[in-house]
């Protein structure tokens, strides 16, 4: 970790100890994505034919271990990129062979003639980008295989990273001792410098909103909102559409990155 996040966290920490709150929430679950494409059940087809997902019994939704990937079904307001979610990632187990198959099907590739780069201590990578605008890095990584990773953009990252941490806990981790970030079980959230301009909302684009869960919304909606946060949304019961009785809220996080916060049904 940075010295800038050591001194942001140890900040928060002493604060939080003064006041009598605890230092950082208890750590939420990485529940779902939430995307956007005018015909959601294509989406979720394209995803199972080329990221590996699978159906969970939702239409217009898939599942990657346990993370859902939902779409709203409607235009796109713009590419993930330039907003502060930048894209998403995805490991399989033989990238060169995976990108055979992703030429031969004709998903848009960066850099098709050699997509594929091996970066010493760390993976094979590379970037394509669904039909709907979402960019997605796909990588080699033996050890944290599936959805991989989402990668935030911020003028200052080290900051956005303490306050994911804070609010939403997580095992602060350094991936392969090269990128610090923090994982969710195996989910890595990562957060990379944004050198000119903010973010875009994340609101109506490509990626529209994260999502993380609790088993109690009411009990982290009010200790999130003593560490200053203002809902957009207060948590409420929702019933979804597998007939599950859940409760949803939103908050709005740095960079404009829209968030939804879950107790997931059963």
Known sequence: MSPKLVLFAATVAT???????????DAADYHHMHLTAPDAKAAAAWYIEHMGCEDF??????????????????????ASVGSGVNHIGF??????????????????????DEPIRDIPGLFKLAFLSD??????????????????HIHLSSPD??????????IFGGESDSLKGRIDGLRYGGTWLLVARQAEGTPESTRG?????LGFGYPDLDAAAAEI??????????????????????????VTGPDD??????????
């Open 15 to 25: 604060f939080a100890a003064v006041v009598g709150l605890p230092a950082t929430a």
């Open 57 to 78: 019994g939702r239409e217009g939704a898939c599942q990657v271990g346990d993370v859902q990937i939902i779409w709203f079904e409607r235009e796109v307001t713009g």
């Open 91 to 112: 490991s399989f187990q033989d990238l060169t062979a995976k990108m055979a198959g992703w030429k031969a099907a004709g998903l848009a590739i960066e850099n098709p």
């Open 131 to 148: 039909p709907w605008g979402t960019r997605i890095e796909v990588v080699e990584d033996h050890e944290w295989m599936g959805f991989h």
């Open 157 to 166: 990252p080290d900051s956005t990273l303490a306050w994911y941490q804070n």
């Open 205 to 209: 684009r490509a990626i529209d909103h």
């Open 225 to 250: 909102k003593s560490k200053g946060v203002e809902f957009n949304m207060e948590p409420r019961d929702y019933t979804n559409p597998l007939g599950q009785a859940m409760k949803i809220s939103f």
């Open 257 to 266: 990155v829209y968030i939804e916060i879950v107790q997931p049904g059963s």
